[in-house]
């Protein structure tokens, strides 16, 4: 029981519900951009370089049991039980590596710049905070910090 209220406690954190969050959401992102290679960037990128059609870009490394190629499709190859090297999906994957990344990089860019934007006021603030005068001990009347006689009554101001 006790073990269970601690794992409760351990979920309800802050920060495992944001990185829950993040990983939902990276995985929509990736789904997306996946989309985006295979539907929007590849096939214009395949008429551009003679037609070629980078999802069903493969070599056959060894024919199928039932029948021989040539395949004129992966999923044909597949279907035969050919052994294929393809080549398409790994050019796929890669190109949809690097919009990701691409893409967190300037997330982080982002963030690093807002950080120290967020940095820089709070140092601003932490120095208009500090005082800037102080009491006589004296008589009482408020004098520059960095006062080492009091302009008032001439007295000597120890620090």
Same mark, same amino acid.
């Given at each position: 029981?006790?073990?269970?209220?601690?794992?409760?406690?351990?979920?309800?954190? !802050? +920060?495992?519900?944001?990185?829950?969050?993040? *990983?939902? *959401?990276?995985?929509?992102?990736?789904?997306?951009?996946? @989309?985006?290679?295979?539907?929007? *960037?590849?096939?214009?990128? !395949?008429?551009?370089?003679?037609?070629?059609?980078?999802? +069903?870009?493969?070599?056959?490394?060894?024919?199928?049991? !039932?029948? @021989?190629?040539?395949?004129?499709?992966?999923?044909?190859?597949?279907?035969?039980?050919?052994?294929?090297? +393809?080549? !398409?999906?790994?050019?796929?994957?890669?190109? @949809?590596?690097?919009?990701? $990344?691409?893409?967190?990089?300037?997330? *982080?860019?982002?963030? +690093?710049?807002?950080?120290?934007?967020?940095?820089?006021?709070?140092?601003?603030? $932490?120095?208009?905070?500090?005082?800037?005068?102080?009491?006589?001990?004296?008589?009482?009347?408020?004098?520059?910090?960095?006062?080492?006689?009091?302009?008032?009554?001439?007295?000597?101001?120890?620090?």
């Amino acid at each position: 029981m006790k073990l269970l209220a601690e794992f409760k406690k351990f979920a309800m954190r !802050g +920060n495992v519900l944001d990185m829950a969050v993040g *990983i939902i *959401i990276g995985a929509a992102f990736g789904k997306i951009v996946d @989309s985006l290679v295979k539907d929007v *960037i590849m096939p214009p990128l !395949g008429i551009l370089l003679g037609k070629i059609d980078f999802a +069903n870009l493969f070599f056959v490394l060894k024919d199928g049991a !039932g029948a @021989s190629g040539p395949y004129h499709s992966l999923s044909a190859a597949q279907a035969a039980g050919a052994v294929t090297m +393809n080549v !398409g999906m790994f050019l796929n994957t890669i190109i @949809s590596f690097t919009i990701v $990344a691409f893409a967190v990089f300037m997330l *982080i860019k982002a963030v +690093n710049t807002l950080q120290a934007k967020l940095e820089a006021q709070e140092k601003e603030e $932490a120095a208009a905070a500090e005082p800037t005068t102080k009491d006589c001990p004296h008589c009482f009347s408020k004098i520059d910090i960095r006062a080492k006689k009091c302009p008032h009554c001439t007295g000597d101001i120890k620090k």
